[in-house]
């Protein structure tokens, strides 16, 4: 079973970003942990679980003081595996080498950045607060604390991503000590800003044939590794549709036949953390969830007796789309998984 943490606060809110964040709520960082303890140990006592990888996301979650953290990780660190991967998504601006140290003593072993972008003008444009600087601070304090485990983000696929700049950000990764990246293509989503703005998706340059051809192995839509033992096992989880908890505000949660989601409103769910809406699942739903999941990767794919359209298959194995191996289908391009699991339900 896998762990999600939701930390919904943030020092600003990017043009792109349409999570469940907000800005300058200092006063509900305490009583968010303590309703996050709650339903936390809800879910512990009911289900007794073994948990697989832990993943901290946000918002912005290296913007509240470290001891938050602390009685969070007594809760939950008991059900731990042995040398599971606890990960916690970080902005640069904000990484020191005190934050870091600590979250590591309480067990946190991979870090996941928010970088974005190595250029300052694509940042700004991108309306995020980090610099070139505060990313070359945050990889010092990293390297300080010995720090091991890093994933960066980045985002292509703006007005400034033609060939010249895919390269500039390519150059810029391999400097660094990473042993993971994220590359997502920028979309426009609703309840961002720049949908509200009005602006429109780019197509522009496509950035994983550059990473190929650097030595990144793309083994999900938008991940790479170089070395296979840095693959994110929390990731992996997701794809394999293994269960899930979901704490904190609108976070979202996978147990037995049903999804559930929990108050969106950050005020509501410190109110009432235990309250979850639940989703369940027909054996249709769960079967068309498996296919798009397993072929966004390239690790899992899709058992062959499991694809709804055994005719569309034939055509997709012939035509060479997705490949056979010991009776699983694997997508031939990755970036054209949603594609071709819509081709196959």
């Not at 140990?41 to 948990?51: Q, V």
Request: hydrophobic share 40%.
């Amino acid at each position: 079973m896998l762990l999600y943490f939701h930390i919904p606060f943030c020092a600003s809110k990017c043009g792109y970003c349409a999570f469940n964040s907000i800005i300058n709520n200092i006063d509900l960082h305490l009583p968010y942990f303590q309703a996050m303890q709650t339903q936390l140990k809800s879910f512990l006592y009911h289900l007794n679980p073994s948990i697989e990888s832990v993943f901290i996301g946000g918002g912005t979650p290296n913007i509240v003081n470290f001891w938050l953290y602390e009685n969070l990780f007594q809760i939950f660190m008991p059900f731990v595996q042995k040398n599971a991967e606890i990960t916690l998504e970080a902005n640069p601006e904000f990484l020191n080498v005190e934050f870091i140290r600590h979250i590591q003593e309480y067990g946190v072993n991979r870090i996941s950045m928010g970088v974005q972008s190595f250029s300052t003008q694509k940042l700004q444009w991108l309306e995020r607060n980090a610099t070139p600087h505060s990313i070359q601070s945050a990889f010092i304090a990293l390297d300080q604390a010995n720090f091991k485990n890093i994933n960066i983000d980045l985002i292509y696929g703006t007005p400034f991503d033609d060939s010249l700049q895919l390269l500039n950000e390519l150059e810029s990764l391999q400097q660094l000590p990473i042993t993971h990246l994220s590359a997502y293509h920028l979309s426009i989503e609703n309840g961002s800003k720049f949908k509200q703005d009005k602006r429109q998706n780019y197509e522009g340059e496509e950035f994983s044939f550059l990473l190929e051809k650097a030595g990144w192995w793309q083994y999900e839509v938008s991940n790479y590794v170089q070395c296979k033992e840095w693959i994110c096992q929390h990731n992996l989880g997701y794809w394999n549709r293994k269960e899930y908890i979901g704490v904190g505000a609108g976070a979202v949660g996978f147990l037995q036949n049903y999804r559930y989601t929990n108050l969106l409103s950050i005020q509501e769910y410190i109110k009432n953390p235990k309250y979850i809406k639940k989703e369940f699942l027909s054996s249709q739903e769960e079967s068309l969830e498996r296919l798009f999941l397993g072929l966004r990767c390239a690790i899992i794919g899709v058992k062959k007796t499991d694809v709804p359209n055994q005719e569309n298959l034939d055509i997709a194995i012939k035509e060479g789309i997705v490949e056979e191996r010991s009776g699983r289908i694997y997508a031939k391009s990755l970036l054209l998984a949603d594609e071709i699991a819509l081709f196959l339900s």
